[in-house]
């Protein structure tokens, strides 16, 4: 079913660095993997995002 992508406060200003992570579960097994992507980035209107308000 895809996977949801939970945004955060970069860690690094390094490219090559995650900037976040995203969970999804794979033949039932449940995955936690980071995610890498630049500035110019569009998110899909398929993903999901996970956000929280400060």
């Known amino acids: 079913m895809g996977s949801i992508h939970v945004a955060s406060e970069p860690l690094s200003e390094?490219?090559?660095?995650?900037?976040?992570f995203y969970l999804r579960v794979v033949d039932d097994e449940p995955?936690?993997?980071g995610y890498r992507c630049d500035d110019s980035y569009e998110w899909g209107?398929?993903?999901?995002l996970a956000?929280?308000?400060p």
């Open 14 to 20: 390094d490219e090559a660095y995650p900037k976040g």
């Open 31 to 33: 995955w936690l993997r």
């Open 45 to 48: 209107p398929e993903q999901r």
């Open 51 to 53: 956000l929280t308000k």
